[in-house]
Structures are given as C-alpha cells and as structure tokens.
C-alpha cells in the first residue's frame, strides 16, 4: 500500500523544515556543484596544458663590427753579462731606447711605465753570468698612433734591443656596455624571425616571449680563424684593432 505520509500540505511542509532533511539536501547541493566545479577546473586545466605544449625554443645571434679603443703593448728585454754592472748598463740602454722610440712616435711619457725587473744568476762553464730583465708597458685610447708605432717596431731591433717572448701589442674593446641593449634586441629580433618561420610551416602563428636566456658576448678578432678568439698577449695575437661581438640568446615563444 503507498505511503501517503506527504500527502498533506502539513505533511510536507514539516518534510522540508526537519533538520536532519535540510542537512542532507545541502550535503548533497554542496557535492554537486563540488562535482560541477572539479569537471570544469579539471578539463579547464588540461585545456591549458595543451596549450603549454604550443610553444617553440629558438636562438637569436647578433654580431657587430667595432674597432677597439685601448692598445696595451707589453716589452720584455733582458741583457746578460759576466757581471753585474755591465748587464744592467745595457739594460738601461735598451730602456733608453724604447723610451726615444715612443717619444719620436709621439706618446706622452706617462703612457709607458715599467712594469717589471729581475735579475738572475748562473755559471757558464766555471764562468759566473748576469741576467737582468726588464718589462715596459704602454697603455693609450690612440689607436691609430700605436698602429702606426708597431709597423716600425723593428727599428728597435735594429738598436740592437732583443725584444723576448710575451712582449706584443693588444688591442682592447671596453665599451661593450654601450652596445649591449642594441644586440640582445637585434639578437631577440633575429630569434623571432626564426620562430615565425617555424610557426609558417606548422600552420601556426607565433605569440608572446615565455622565457629567454641571454648568452654570454664575446669579443674576437674580426678576421680570426676558429679557434683563435682569446686574444692572448705575443706576437701575431690580437695584434689588430677590427673586433667582432657577438651575443646569441635562447628565446621560448608560444604559439597560438
């Protein structure tokens, strides 16, 4: 027989207003919409994390000629004699010498300095030997003016001035700072010429920058071999002023 306990009007309302009832509805409202909400986040999420995957990770290059502005030249000269005096006389005659020939080529005297003296001793077959070594640097902003002076470098040789190993000329770029901002976006730029190219092909078109890693700029000689990009300090090693920079930057780029 059917239960005719919420038949009338009084019946259900005292249904709807008992307590243990409401409490139950409202369990059961709350898991509904707890149910609504994690479907929604949940494909909402995976939506997104498809999306993540749309992305591409490209390098952008930049380089640019520049003409250094410092030139430091080291000379290491020595003289040896069987004493003491007569070898540092000489020496001090070379140190005459390379002072005159930076004088006739027109560098303020400040701008070479001594850097360096040793002396040494050793026996020659019972005969005692005299080392006395000496170290000169010039350091100038006037390029042209030490380009011009170490074309005529070999009148010191001439003098009769033994220039040793380590002794040469290097030319410096210190105004990277300045030119910084100008590459890495030349670099960015590049990067995302590369990345719209890629999104051509795949059917795609490139968005918004997600992440970038700016490389490390290096400084070479601009008609250096590979390999020969350090610019150390003897003879035929960074011995031009005409440089090359170059950055390259790793820029991820999503793709809508």
């Keep these: 027989m059917p239960d005719s306990s919420l038949d009338t009007p009084a019946a259900a309302t005292a249904f709807w207003q008992d307590g243990q009832t409401r409490?139950?509805?409202?369990?059961?409202?709350?898991?509904?919409?707890?149910?609504?909400?994690?479907?929604?986040?949940?494909?909402?999420?995976?939506?997104?994390?498809?999306?993540?995957?749309?992305?591409?990770t490209v390098r952008g290059l930049a380089e640019r000629d520049v003409t250094a502005d410092l030139a430091t030249w080291t000379l290491s000269f020595s003289s040896t004699a069987t004493d003491l005096a007569t070898a540092q006389a000489?020496?001090?005659?070379?140190?005459?010498?390379?002072?005159?020939?930076?004088?006739?080529?027109?560098?303020?005297?400040?701008?070479?300095?001594?850097?360096?003296?040793n002396v040494s001793q050793?026996?020659?077959?019972?005969?005692?030997?005299?080392?006395?070594?000496?170290?000169?640097?010039?350091?100038t902003t006037d390029i042209q003016r030490a380009q011009a002076a170490a074309?005529?470098?070999?009148?010191?040789?001439?003098?009769?001035?033994?220039?040793?190993?380590?002794?040469?000329?290097?030319?410096?770029?210190t105004r990277l700072?300045?030119?910084k901002p100008e590459m890495i976006a030349a670099a960015t730029k590049?990067?995302?010429?590369?990345?719209?190219?890629?999104?051509?092909d795949s059917g795609t078109s490139v968005g918004s920058i997600r992440s970038a890693t700016q490389g490390y700029f290096s400084v070479m000689d601009r008609d250096a071999t590979s390999g020969d990009d350090s610019g150390g300090g003897s003879w035929g090693m960074a011995d031009t002023p005409f440089k090359k920079v170059r950055v390259v930057t790793t820029?991820?780029?999503?793709?809508?």
């Design 151 to 173: 074309k005529r470098q070999f009148d010191l040789v001439r003098q009769g001035v033994v220039l040793e190993d380590g002794s040469g000329i290097n030319y410096s770029f």
């Design 251 to 256: 820029v991820q780029f999503s793709l809508d």
């Design 122 to 139: 050793y026996t020659d077959n019972g005969v005692p030997r005299f080392t006395v070594r000496q170290r000169f640097a010039l350091r």
């Design 23 to 56: 409490r139950y509805l409202a369990t059961a409202g709350v898991l509904a919409v707890g149910l609504i909400a994690g479907g929604y986040l949940l494909g909402n999420g995976l939506v997104r994390a498809k999306d993540a995957d749309r992305a591409v």
């Design 177 to 179: 700072n300045a030119i």
């Design 190 to 200: 590049d990067a995302r010429a590369s990345a719209e190219q890629f999104a051509k």
């Design 90 to 117: 000489s020496a001090d005659r070379d140190g005459a010498a390379i002072r005159a020939f930076f004088k006739q080529a027109g560098f303020p005297a400040a701008d070479l300095q001594p850097t360096g003296v």
